[in-house]
């Protein structure tokens, strides 16, 4: 879902629309996953992780806002519990639980957290950097990588939409991503991991 069709969702979810929560289980669940390995190596802990998170956000759906991104919010709600775990395993080094992912990322990542200098949670600057840049690729672009990115839909079901190939796809889909990557680094580059996840 993207513009009008992300508030909708969230009325939805905000109402206990168990489809509406189903959809943005699939459509988040492989990135906010993704995301948690940076933290925790293990699959299975990283998966019990992301799924509390969809759990609280259901007990919880009555306090969502619909003018607000619950895409962010969950992303902020899975960092919090992972630094939380990580603090409960009492490690003497993240560095232990972290895969892949430069120091000053991490450092970076942790002074975010903890000195609250800026208005709104990384994930959530991040999150809409990357929509403001979508909005500026060309035409056709942007409406391929909406359907096989955004909405979800399979390569060979956008190609059927547009009538186009499924390499015409597959290639407005890399040109998108290398175009929102280079945006994303000027703006954000000691975050070039949480960006490939963001855009996987």
Known sequence: MYG??????NIQLKEGN?????ALFKQLFPRMLGYC????????????????CFVKLWEKRSTINPAHSVESMMFVMLRNRCLNWLRDQKLHT???????VEESEIQHLYQLDFTSKEEKSIEESL??????S????????????????????????VAEELGIS????????????EQIRN???LKFPLLSILISIILK
Do not use: C, N, W, Y
Not at 18 to 22: G, L, S
Not at 37 to 52: E, G, P, R, T, Y
Not at 94 to 100: L, P, T
């Open 4 to 9: 009008v069709s992300k508030t909708q969702q």
């Open 18 to 22: 168990p489809a509406a929560f189903e």
């Open 37 to 52: 390995k940076l933290f925790v190596s293990d699959h299975a802990q990283a998966s019990d992780l992301v799924q509390d």
């Open 94 to 100: 993240i560095q232990k639980e972290i895969i892949g």
């Open 127 to 132: 999150i809409e950097a990357i929509h403001e």
């Open 134 to 157: 979508v909005e500026k690729l060309p035409q056709k672009r942007r409406v391929v990588f909406i359907k096989a990115k955004i909405e979800g839909k399979k390569t060979k079901e």
């Open 166 to 177: 499924v390499k015409a796809v597959e290639k407005h889909i890399h040109q998108a991503k």
């Open 183 to 185: 945006e994303m680094l």
